[in-house]
């Protein structure tokens, strides 16, 4: 956490992990989120990766050892949009992959901007789930019904131009 002229600078950092995101990395995000929602000096914040991530989506190696049942009855997902709640005007400034989870993280900030090398995309499709942390949602209101299902369906992701034609950024 950065903070600066009433801006609070929120950067993700699991490198190694290309900022996948887990339990805990929610967690933390979410303790900082409400310090700096209730902090005065700031009107805005920014949430970023590094160069090769915003985030690359879930952290699949904790995702993959639970079963429906246990999902279900913690609400895994449920966390994970305390972004979306902020009163504050969040934006997105996304460089490298900003995939799955990622790429609805992006999607909960108010602004995504994206630098040249950003790269945009839903590929939960390959490993047969869906989007779960509101896509199929924030997609189809940002690029539009046809471009959305594409984007879910086949998993391929698109670059920051083309997510820029779209309206995505």
Known sequence: VEKKG?????????????NA??????????????DVESDATVGAIV???????????????E???????EVKRTDMLGFWSNVAKLRKPVIAAVNG???G??????????????????????PEVKIGTIPGGGAT???????????????ILTGEPITAQEAERSGLV
């Open 101 to 122: 989870g990622g790429c609805e993280l992006a999607m909960m900030c108010d602004i995504i901007v994206a630098g040249e090398n950003a790269r945009f995309g839903q």
């Open 21 to 34: 995101l887990c339990d805990a990395l929610f967690r933390e995000l979410n303790g900082v989120l409400a």
């Open 63 to 69: 995702m993959e050892k639970r079963e429906f049942a």
């Open 137 to 151: 949602q924030r997609l189809v209101a940002a690029v539009g019904k046809s471009k959305a299902m594409v984007m």
């Open 6 to 18: 009433g801006v609070a600078l929120l950067r993700l950092n699991r490198p190694k992990q290309l």
């Open 97 to 99: 992959y900003a995939l």
């Open 47 to 61: 949430l970023t990766g590094n160069e090769k991530a915003f985030a690359a989506g879930a952290d699949i190696k």
